[in-house]
């Protein structure tokens, strides 16, 4: 993986840090956003997490490791992916940061990043399919009781 190769977009969402949390750490809404993909973890550093799912009749099986985890502010963790194509051996794993803050009570900016692409065909795709996500986690949120 290339570390030097980001990804980083924000986004301000009408909603509490708890509603946008929520909608990061709870598999079925996560499922709503990630194009239908399981999320399995526990969420404590140390832990496993793992995204599941069949993209376009590719089954898949993505994994990596929670790195940090402070309740609505920040969650990191490390992500292999097999559409990579690389193999699965540590300095071939990106790290994802969710980074929360209040911008008021009813008000939170949302910030994606992702370090360590495997190339920069891999870094473009995803910074062009960034904003539709973040979108999609902004509606979610906008429009879920906490």
């Given at each position: 993986m290339n570390k030097a190769l980001k990804v980083s977009k924000s986004i301000n969402i009408s909603g509490?840090?708890?509603a946008v949390?929520?909608?990061?750490?709870?598999?079925?809404?996560?499922?709503?956003?990630?194009y239908g993909t399981e999320t399995i973890t526990s969420w404590a550093v140390g832990s496993s997490i793992i995204f599941?799912?069949?993209?376009?009749?590719?089954v898949y099986k993505d994994k990596g490791v929670i790195l940090e985890h402070i309740p609505k502010e920040i969650l990191s963790y490390s992500y292999w992916s097999g559409f990579s194509g690389l193999m699965d051996s540590p300095e071939?794993?990106?790290?994802?940061?969710?980074?929360?803050?209040?911008?008021?009570v009813t008000q939170?900016?949302?910030?994606?990043?992702q370090e360590g692409f495997a190339n920069e065909n891999s870094q473009q795709?995803?910074?062009?399919?960034l904003p539709q996500l973040l979108e999609s986690i902004?509606?979610?949120?906008?429009?879920t009781e906490v």
């Open positions: 509490s840090r708890d949390w929520n909608v990061l750490t709870t598999p079925e809404k996560i499922k709503m956003f990630l599941k799912g069949n993209y376009e009749g590719h071939n794993y990106a790290k994802v940061t969710y980074i929360l803050e209040s911008i008021s939170t900016k949302f910030t994606w990043c795709h995803s910074e062009q399919n902004k509606t979610i949120a906008e429009n």
